[in-house]
């Protein structure tokens, strides 16, 4: 399922734009009577970072064909929607219909849209669902739009982090996921442009750069003799690179191979995010799962004593009791998970568990509290191992940052954004380590 986390309807804040530059060769895409010649446009997103990549290439889209991001008030919005929980099509609904009475159309793009356009379905008429594969959607909603003759010059993105998405598309099939029916079957971009665009982000000043998939574990370019382990050593000797990091990997895909790529990638960031979704090995079959919590635990101690690692669980699944969430609790503290993202099991249609829902709403609240609050006690600690110790933190915002290993930092207000600061630990707070 990997790291599937839903915010309700998150902007793409990432510009200032640079100035138009006029074009002397006109664009003939067409255009919607309904939209200004130059329209002005927002994007917002629900879901995971690779819901946030798709959102940026429709922002990129619409910026090269001459329109203006707007992040109130404008002609168009894009809600790139989630549906990997009832509860994530529900925000992803509300999302459009807030977007609806603000915006003169809305394209509703995604996941959601592609698995349960019906629940969009009674929305006011400038509302589009596009179910469209994550490729072709930016084009289609641009050309929907309708270019002008004019063309974005290329712009300096505000933010020092950028995610570049290197694979699409799940082949597992775990009984409760939906993914693979809204994304398809696993496919890989070239290793060349994935590291050209590495090079892009670069020199537009983004210092770190995350390397996402829907299962990053399965990245292959075969002509080029590419898998992870060598993307991530090529992709960390960027020049100008400061930090490298993965989303969301499978532990299967969590190899001596890999682990040797990150240690030796001087770049590489000492995290790792790994969906365990159970700790019982009978509700893992049932999922199904490709590994044991054994498996599991085997290949995540080589990294305990130096990574931070974190992960995924569904909480309330058709086939676990209370002794199989008490495992569940047991191999999070014994495979030392810093924070886990909590999922109450929640029946996707399409999916082999689809008829499947036995355990109480109240007992999946119950086991989902229970679960969050070991979580946040074992992330605090980690945060107060960090007390004494230098780090150095990419500051990605007035105030706040993160270390090597992915863990939030205060710093003082006056550190610039973008700056790789030196720190030392002095103590911790709600929100992160207090830098000194």
Not at 184 to 207: C, F, K, P, T, Y
Request: glycine letters at 8%; hydrophobic letters at 35%.
């Amino acid at each position: 399922m990997g790291s599937k986390s839903c915010s309700s309807g998150r902007p793409v804040t990432h510009p200032s734009t640079s100035r138009l530059s006029c074009s002397s060769r006109p664009c003939s895409a067409r255009k919607l009577s309904t939209i200004p010649r130059m329209a002005t446009f927002s994007v917002r997103f629900l879901g995971c970072k690779v819901s946030h990549v798709d959102a940026h290439a429709v922002r990129e889209s619409l910026l090269a064909d001459g329109h203006e991001e707007r992040h109130s008030d404008a002609d168009v919005a894009v809600v790139n929607t989630c549906c990997v929980t009832h509860e994530a099509v529900a925000k992803s609904r509300k999302e459009a219909a807030r977007a609806a009475r603000t915006h003169g159309r809305v394209y509703v793009t995604g996941c959601g849209a592609n698995l349960a356009g019906d629940a969009f379905a009674g929305l006011p008429d400038n509302v589009v669902v596009v179910a469209r594969r994550s490729e072709e959607t930016p084009r289609f909603v641009a050309g929907d739009v309708g270019a002008i003759g004019c063309v974005q010059a290329e712009a300096r993105l505000d933010r020092v982090r950028a995610f570049v998405k290197v694979q699409d598309g799940c082949s597992f099939s775990c009984r409760f996921c939906v993914i693979p029916l809204v994304r398809g079957a696993s496919r890989s971009r070239a290793a060349e442009a994935v590291l050209g665009e590495i090079r892009r982000r670069v020199a537009q000043g983004h210092r770190e750069v995350v390397l996402t998939g829907i299962n990053l574990g399965c990245y292959r370019d075969r002509p080029a003799g590419y898998r992870l382990p060598r993307l991530v050593r090529e992709a960390g000797a960027t020049p100008g690179l400061e930090r490298l990091r993965l989303s969301s990997i499978e532990i299967n895909h969590v190899d001596d191979e890999l682990v040797r790529a990150l240690r030796e990638t001087p770049t590489a960031s000492r995290h790792l995010h790994v969906p365990l979704q159970s700790g019982d090995d009978g509700v893992l079959r049932a999922m199904g799962r490709r590994y044991s919590v054994r498996t599991y635990l085997r290949r995540l101690e080589p990294l305990r004593e130096d990574f931070n690692l974190t992960s995924d669980v569904i909480v309330g699944f058709p086939a676990e009791d209370e002794a199989a969430f008490e495992s569940t609790l047991g191999v999070v503290a014994e495979a030392g998970l810093t924070k886990v993202h909590v999922f109450p099991y929640s029946p996707r249609p399409g999916t082999g568990t689809a008829a499947e829902d036995p355990v109480p709403p109240q007992v999946k609240k119950e086991r989902s509290a229970r679960l969050r609050a070991a979580s946040h006690d074992a992330c605090l600690a980690h945060w107060r191992s960090k007390i004494g110790r230098d780090d150095l933190v990419l500051v990605d915002r007035p105030g706040r940052g993160y270390g090597d290993d992915y863990s939030p930092w205060l710093v003082p207000d006056s550190a610039p954004v973008g700056e790789l600061l030196g720190v030392r630990g002095v103590g911790i707070a709600e929100e992160g380590i207090l830098a000194a």
